[in-house]
Nanobody, 119 residues
Framework: QVQLVESGGGLVQPGGSLRLSCAASGSIFRINAMGWYRRAPGKQRELVATITRGGSTNYADSVKGRFTISRDNARNTVYLQMNSLKPEDTAVYYC?????????????WGQGTQVTVSS
């Protein structure tokens, strides 16, 4: 059974930093694209950043220059370094990954971790 488990969320003041982690576990043969999404109160879930297995990245315009996505393929883990945080970054952040077992693949979501930016 494959699971994605996020950690690292919390309360931070505006201008502060947080680092989110998401570790995949279970019967994993290969992980292709991984990413982070978020859902703010009263809004739809939106893409934050994605990263391919080879390390190519893509960011939402709202986080470019402030957030950095990275991954450790040996540890099946993706990270999101968030700097210069703003109140509008407050949301539940979800990890996402395309994971292949020995014969099939599918898309998986983590349970989410709350990030609150407030003074």
């Amino acid at each position: 059974q494959v699971q994605l488990v996020e950690s690292g969320g919390g309360l931070v003041q505006p201008g502060g930093s947080l680092r989110l982690s998401c570790a995949a576990s279970g019967s994993i043969f290969r992980i292709n694209a991984m990413g982070w999404y978020r859902r703010a109160p009263g809004k739809q879930r939106e893409l934050v950043a994605t990263i391919t297995r080879g390390g190519s990245t893509n960011y939402a315009d709202s986080v470019k220059g402030r957030f950095t996505i990275s991954r450790d393929n040996a540890r099946n883990t993706v990270y999101l370094q968030m700097n210069s945080l703003k109140p509008e970054d407050t949301a539940v952040y979800y990890c996402n990954a395309d994971i292949w077992g020995s014969t099939t693949g599918r898309n998986f979501w983590g349970q989410g971790t709350q990030v609150t930016v407030s003074s």
